[in-house]
Each structure stands twice: as structure tokens, then as C-alpha cells.
């Protein structure tokens, strides 16, 4: 027997070679373990993908599917925000755009000539609105002792009704009739008052925080002035440009959905009012004579996914000591909120032409608060002031709202007998 058949290179460099191996195979699997611990994609890709099941099978036991998603999103959140850069802008963009996209749709369904035709149900959303704001403002004030600056800035948030559940939930429910259309309009002006307002009470409180003059009221005024402004001409160029190009239904709805997006950047990037673009460009729209055949399914895979993330950002930034700390408070407001909602509606709503039930039921629908509210916040932060951080009981107003307001919506509408439900 040979030399070589006895003792071969492999004999040799077989051990060399499998301790090479097993060391590469280490450092690949700490790598990869590295890689999902630093990237959240895989893992936001996950949770939003979880989200989406547990909604559709909540769905088929006649629940909102926007209460599931915030429910993942809640579970998940401590995860979730371990996972987040400390700006986190990225994902507050997404958000930005994710709202900015519904409202432009909640724009574009609000009709201007309904409520000129209708004079009566202007007046009953400025006394829904500032009822609630007034019996908010009292009871942050005087009840729990709050600052002043810091009561008008929350008080003017509660007014919001948010248009991504009211919408959502519309579309799951392919619901129509009276109260389905006096809840999308009298939301879209709620949306459009909230702003207003918020934008004006947020320039005191952070001129008396910081001391920065750029945050003056009259600088505030501007503000939304160019921001509506913005919405008009971004909405006027989409028009030029959709005349001159021919597109399919599918393509003029992504057309549209993108031109939000964008204002929604610009807007953020120069510090402007995103919502108010965005709703401004939705009403313009609809008045210059835009088609948007698709709009009304949800801008296709692109707003579906846009929504289920919203409901999963906004709820993973709920901490769970700061939910069981502002319970009380938290609680308390949104009593008053509702009561100050359905008081004013289901007493007003006659005059609207609205029988006792269905103004009552209005009333109801117009429960849910939190995603406007928490994307309001979030916008704080370019401004020097972390709203989110310091409003400690909104966590809990948030918590219950995501709950209990999209179930109090769809509910509203079922008993209406204004719903004909998908699949």
C-alpha cells in the first residue's frame, strides 16, 4: 500500500478545514441573529403581516378591523420600540403619509355644496366642537389641575374625530345613508377645526416653553395658510395632469395617492401643516371635477398596507405603565368627550333632518379619536416640545379610544340598518 493511500491531504487539512467551517457557520448564524436584532424590517414586516390575519379573522366575528390591528400593535409595542432609531422619523413619515392619504380621501368625500345646501349641519359641527372642546378644557383645567397652555393643546385635540376609523370602517361596512354621511362630513370638519385650533394653542405653548418667536401665533396663521394653499395648487397641477394623460381607474387612484404622499413630505420637510394639505387637496379635487374611481377602495394594496401600519405604529407607542398611571384621567376624558359628541349631535340633529334614532346614532359614530390625535402629537417634536412623552394620561385616552371607538362606529351603523358588509 502506498504512501498516499495510507495518509491523503485530507487526512491532513480535514480537521484544518471543519474547524474553518464550524467557525464561519458561528460567525453567519451570529451575524444574521445580529441582523434581526439591529434591522426592524423583518420584524415590523411580521407584526404588520400579523396584524392583517388576526384583523381578517376578527372580521368574520363582526369586529372593526382597525381594533385588531391596534391590539398587535399594543402587545408588540415594547418590541417594536426597542427596534426604533431614537428619532424614529422614518416611521413617523410613514404615518404622516399613511393619515395624509386618508385625509385627502376624507377631503375629497366631504362636500362643501352639502353643507351650503345645508347651513344647519355647519352649525352643529361648531357646536359639537366646541363643546367638546370647552367641557375638556374644563375638566383637564380645573379637575385634575393642569396647566392651561397644556389643557388648550389637549382639549383642542379631542375635538378630532379620526377619519382613518371612520373610513375604514365605512368601506368594511359599504355602508350609506344619513348618518354614514353626516358622520364622514361632520369628521372631515371636525379634522379641519381641530387643526386650527391645535395649531394655535401648540404655537403658545411652545413660544412660552422654548421661548422661540418662529412659533408666534401669526406665524401659526401662515402656516396653515400656505398649507392649504399647497393642497389647491398640488390638487390643480394632479388635474393638468390627468387630463393629459390617459390612465386607467387603478393608475389615476395611484396617481392621486402618491400626489398626497409627496405634499404630505413636502409639507413635514419645510414644517408646514401636512393634514391640512391633505385635506385641502381632497376638497379642491373634488371641486376642479377629479375622478378618482378607485378611491373608494382603500387606494388598493398601497392604502391597505398604509392603514393596517398606522393602527400598528400608533398603538406601539403606548407604554403600559403610562396606560395604568393616566387610567383615571384618561377615562374621564373620554366620557366627557362622548357625552359633549352625543349630547350635542343627538340633541342638534333634528335640524339636519335626522329623526331622534338616527341623531342619536350619529352621536355614537362619532366616538372614535385616537390615530388623528396621536399623529397630531408625534409633529410636536420638530417644534422642540415632545407632546407624545409629556401627556401622560393620552396614553390611556389613546388606549380606550382605539377600542372602543371604532366598536361604537360599527355599531352605530349596524343598528342604523346603514350596512352592507364585505365577504
Known sequence: MSFANEWGPSDLFGPVLCQVRRRELVDWV????????????????LI????????EYLWL????????YAIVGLLAGGWLRSLSEPDGNDLVFLADASIGLLLSELGFRFSPIWFLRNPKVAWISFTESMSTFGVTYLLCRYWFGMDSAMASVLASLCVATSPVAILRITRELQSSGPITNIIVNLSAMNCIICVVLYHIFTGFLVQFSTGTAVWAPGYIFLVIVVSL????????LLKWSLTRIRMSSEVRAFSVAMSSIVLTALLSQFRMSPMAGAIALGITMRAIGVKMTG???DFGSLGRFLTVFLFVFISSQLQWPS???GLPMGLAILCVRFLAKFTAIGGLGGVAGLNRQQSLLAGLGMMPASAFIAVMLE???VMGV???????????????????GPIATSIAIRIGKEANPEG
Open 295 to 297: 378611491i373608494h377602495q
Open 323 to 325: 396606560i395604568v398611571a
Open 379 to 381: 409633529q410636536t417634536r
Open 30 to 45: 451570529a451575524w444574521n441573529t445580529d441582523g434581526i436584532h439591529q434591522g426592524p424590517f423583518l420584524v415590523w414586516s
Open 386 to 404: 415632545d407632546l407624545f412623552r409629556e401627556f401622560h394620561p393620552i396614553f390611556s385616552f389613546v388606549f380606550l379610544a382605539e377600542l372602543l
Open 61 to 68: 366575528m363582526r369586529f372593526p378591523r382597525v381594533v385588531s
Open 229 to 236: 394653499f399647497s393642497g389647491v395648487i398640488a390638487s390643480i
Open 48 to 55: 404588520i403581516l400579523l396584524a392583517w390575519l388576526v384583523g
